[in-house]
């Protein structure tokens, strides 16, 4: 499978909790995206990478968010001390950088429940 | 600020039936990029299409057409005799050039259901 992978499919924390989610990107891909979802909305923007550096961040991302990408490979999005109002999908895009119109490549989501 | 308003929540339709999903879209850059994606069951937004602001021309692909009409600013969508693998989310997308390059900036999404 050469798509975008994402690590857990799902995750059930109590609130407080820190959890941790991965993606892997297509391997030539050097952006990386990350978005979330929540029921019922389209996706909207947290952070993006153009190969190890974060570019980009919304105003979405609160502290308590933070995003790596090490060695501008796989990505890892972290939420520490959760809440209720993290619960949604949490997608990973990548493309390769060709200009704005670039195409991005999902993969198939992480659902965070907060309980 | 950009903006995409797909007005239409959801949709139900009998197979074989034609169906429209409109897109409307609102920024300030003259230069920018729209898009369709479809969200099945299964999560994974899967790319439909791509068109420039310079290129008006409508574009079909098999059963899908794509009307994009920069006067009134939407990039419509439309479905010729609808199957039911055809039921999913889909979504209208929005990346300018200057405003927001680095991201899609995604409308609430139609879901489409197909009934047999």
């Known amino acids: 499978d050469t798509g975008v992978s994402q690590d857990p499919r799902h995750k059930i924390t109590k609130r407080g909790q820190n959890v941790t989610f991965r993606c892997d990107p297509i391997?030539?891909?050097?952006?990386l995206y990350w978005y979330r979802q929540t029921l019922g909305q389209g996706p909207e923007f947290l952070t993006y990478?153009?190969?190890?550096?974060?570019?980009?961040k919304s105003r979405l991302l609160s502290d308590r968010f933070s995003a790596e990408r090490p060695k501008g490979s796989f990505s890892t999005l972290e939420i520490q001390r959760t809440e209720q109002g993290d619960s949604a999908m949490y997608l990973c895009a990548s493309s390769f950088q060709t200009g704005v119109g670039e195409k991005l490549f999902f993969g198939s989501g992480t659902q965070l429940s907060v309980l | 600020a950009q903006k995409v308003t797909q007005a239409q929540t959801e949709i139900s339709v009998v197979e074989k039936e034609d169906v429209t999903l409109d897109c409307v879209y609102e920024?300030?850059?003259?230069?920018?990029?729209l898009f369709w994606y479809k969200q099945p069951p299964s999560g994974e937004l899967v790319f439909l299409i791509r068109r420039n602001s310079f290129d008006e021309q409508n574009e079909i692909s098999g059963r899908y057409s794509w009307n994009f009409q920069k006067s009134t600013s939407s990039f419509n969508f439309t479905i010729t005799a609808s199957q039911v693998v055809d039921s999913a989310v889909y979504f209208c997308a929005l990346r300018g050039i200057i405003q927001g390059a680095q991201k899609l900036v995604f409308g609430q999404g139609t879901r489409l259901t197909i009934n047999p």
């Open positions: 920024t300030r850059d003259t230069t920018y990029y």
């Open positions: 391997s030539e891909h050097n952006r």
């Open positions: 990478f153009q190969n190890e550096a974060q570019l980009e």
